[in-house]
């Protein structure tokens, strides 16, 4: 009877969990963690890095090639940095800002053009304690550089910092 009773206990317990729902993007109830990068952290420093790359003189004439350097992860958490770069590249392609160049061999490399900006990064964290209350701050750092002249025509560094005492919903 009480093995019954434990199996009952254990099937409400398992069964009284919060089901998954959909959440929008933008809004202020998604899971912010203080130990890793968020899709929203991604969100915020790329919209705002947009926005300020776009009112840089490079994008002032037509739509300059573009290819995608590296990305640098210099965080404990292991995650694909393409999520940064789409956030300032599809907004980009998509309203004929910049023409991206596939980083993927062409058949024909004589057709290919040349890329005259190369868009490069880093991605750094620090992270701090005082009594219980935790700390995180990711660094998004990018860089535009003209590729013939291999000089830096545009810059910029974003910091998201989280802080609490655990993880929490809210944004």
Excluded: H
Excluded at 71 to 97: C, E, Q
């Amino acid at each position: 009877m009480n093995k019954l009773f434990l199996l009952a206990c254990a099937l409400f317990i398992v069964g009284c969990g919060t089901p998954a729902t959909y959440k929008d993007p933008q809004g202020r109830e998604l899971v912010v963690s203080l130990d890793k990068v968020n899709i929203q952290d991604f969100a915020t420093a790329g919209s705002q890095m947009l926005q300020s790359m776009i009112s840089s003189p490079s994008f002032s004439k037509g739509a300059p090639v573009l290819r995608l350097g590296t990305i640098t992860n210099d965080t404990a958490d292991n995650f694909d940095t393409s999520l940064l770069l789409s956030k300032i590249t599809v907004p980009l392609v998509n309203a004929g800002r910049v023409t991206l160049l596939d980083n993927e061999p062409a058949a024909d490399i004589s057709a290919r053009p040349e890329a005259e900006y190369v868009l490069k990064g880093k991605i750094l964290e620090d992270r701090s304690n005082a009594g219980s209350t935790r700390q995180s701050s990711f660094v998004f750092q990018l860089t535009l550089v003209e590729a013939k002249r291999g000089v830096a025509v545009w810059t910029d560094e974003k910091i998201v910092t989280k802080q609490g005492t655990k993880n929490a919903v809210g944004f």
